[in-house]
């Protein structure tokens, strides 16, 4: 190849290679400017928001409100707005009305302890509030305070029958456990003066329970003496734990985050019943007795049963005759009742 060719060679490759250069900044200086979407900030004063979803019952914690801007058209009367209500003094209080994440807090969805309403609105779905009384020694000596959880004890003393030297039968029983704390005495809220927390011994405290709980709670206090015992906070994690291992309690597959959450808290704060433990006199000391006193003889209860069943059956029946026969069994005893003629016969005899 000779040298004019070479030339023009190049000289086309050059105006070839600045030609593609022309044609990409003319491109790219022609494409459209991209538009980014603004979003319009709410020009008005900051009221306060739920967080997150308040069901009714929900205690107001530091996370689940907070303010934010709000259109000046929409806000409403009823609207906590910043500067003119104190967010700290929100704090504690129960949520009346359900509340959706993102909606503003009104003033009649929430209400303050000590206010009316507020006992019922703290109380879970399905649960009672019962009322026990107790004292210094039963109420541990009055550092039990609302929002804290306990378990309830029974002490009771059995005798035994008519004619039983021995000594009755000494027990305490727990027959109750993880139960919430609503109130003592009169005070749903915790005293406090200069940051410290007030100890005062209550008279009466005021237990969250299922029906069926409240229920076992009356009868209890006309068996013998309640007491309260303090449970440690550990105490709630350790029985779920024990729940999710023998299966009690079920997370389903799939569940999200938040699902699995509410499960597990839900099971955490749920009244204990069954499975109760108990001691007896003789488990403490040796003169004590550790056994059930022993019952009156089957032979005399028997005995009084036929009494009571030959009264109602003789009644109104003419000569005292009654058609049918009644037999009552009390261990290898039977008796036979007809009329006014009773005969005992074995069991297993001919």
Known sequence: MDKKKLMLL?????????????????FTGASSPRAEAVQAVPQGPKALVALRALPVGTIITADSIAFQPWPKEMVQDAYFLEGEADINKLLGTVVRFPVTAGQPV????????????????????????????????????????????????LTQTVHGPTGDTGEPLKTAETVL???????????????????????????????????????????????????????????????????????????????????????????????????????TGGDVSRFQRKSIPAAQSARSLAAQSMTNASAAINSGVPGGISPRAIEYRSGPVVRVTRGKSTTEVEVGSK
């Not at 309403?117 to 879970?124: C, E, I, T, Y």
């Not at 209550?202 to 015992?229: C, H, Q, W, Y």
């Not at 808290?265 to 749920?270: C, G, S, T």
Request: no cysteine; aromatic share 2%; charged share 20%.
């Open 177 to 279: 456990r993880n139960l919430r704390v609503l109130a003592t005495d009169q005070s749903t809220e915790t005293e406090t003066e200069n940051g410290k927390t007030v100890v005062r011994s209550a008279r009466s405290i005021t237990l969250e329970v299922t029906p069926r709980i409240a229920e076992k709670i009356t009868v209890a206090d006309t068996i013998g003496t309640l007491n309260l015992t303090l449970r440690s906070i550990a105490d709630n994690q350790t029985e779920l734990e024990k729940a999710i291992a023998s299966g009690a309690v079920k997370v389903p597959e799939g569940a999200s985050k938040e699902e699995e959450d509410r499960i597990l808290n839900k099971a955490m704060v749920q009244p204990i019943e069954g499975a109760t433990t108990f001691v």
């Open 106 to 153: 009104t003033q009649g969805a929430l209400v303050a302890p000590g206010d009316r309403g507020f006992l019922a609105a703290a109380l879970g779905p399905g649960m009672r509030a019962v009322t026990i009384m107790v004292s210094q020694k039963t109420g541990v000596a009055g550092f039990i305070f609302p929002g804290d959880r306990v378990d309830l004890m």
């Open 10 to 26: 190049m000289g086309a490759l050059v105006i070839a290679i600045g030609t593609a250069l022309a044609a990409r900044s003319l």
